[in-house]
């Protein structure tokens, strides 16, 4: 039997803020779309623009991180699984919707570049977080093994 392989990686802006869910079971489910943008050259010779939306969905802890943190705009690097649901609409005809179930999310942008305001956040939260974020260094050799740099993806 062949092996097989389902990854996605993306790097995009927000078309909208996350919207933040809980299943009948407790767990965080965010779900939102980003917008990659490819520029090619036409047959007359023109420079074109294509826009792709991509429908994203993030579980777990990972969903509040998304929910909390993200905005409108903001430019964002993923990667995930494709994953297609079915289900039948009030209609009786059945329905398909093709996410990208994350596994990996960084924040590209800076803080105060996005179109979007920035999300009110308490403080104690915030703080709280902070404390409990591990220290980074600079030295490489502290840096987590599978921590994805910017300088290391290929495009």
């Given at each position: 039997m062949a092996a097989s392989l389902n990854r996605v990686t993306l790097i995009g802006n927000l078309t909208r803020d996350p919207e933040l869910r809980k299943t009948t079971g407790g767990q965080s489910v965010a779900s939102f779309t980003i917008a990659t943008n490819r520029v090619y050259m036409g047959s007359d010779g023109q420079k074109k623009e294509q826009a792709d939306y991509h429908s994203l969905v993030a579980w777990g802890r990972?969903?509040?991180?998304?929910?909390?943190?993200?905005?409108?705009?903001?430019?964002?690097?993923?990667?995930?699984?494709?994953?297609?649901?079915?289900?039948?609409?009030?209609?009786?005809?059945?329905r398909y919707r093709t996410e990208v179930v994350l596994e990996n999310m960084i924040m590209l942008d800076r803080s105060g570049q996005t179109s979007g305001a920035p999300r009110p956040a308490d403080a104690n939260e915030v703080a709280a977080e902070a404390a409990a974020a591990p220290v980074m260094t600079d030295e490489p050799s502290q840096a987590p093994a599978d921590e994805i740099k910017l300088e290391d993806i290929p495009f």
């Open positions: 990972l969903g509040e991180v998304c929910a909390q943190y993200l905005v409108k705009g903001k430019k964002i690097y993923v990667d995930g699984r494709l994953q297609t649901r079915e289900w039948e609409g009030q209609d009786g005809q059945k």
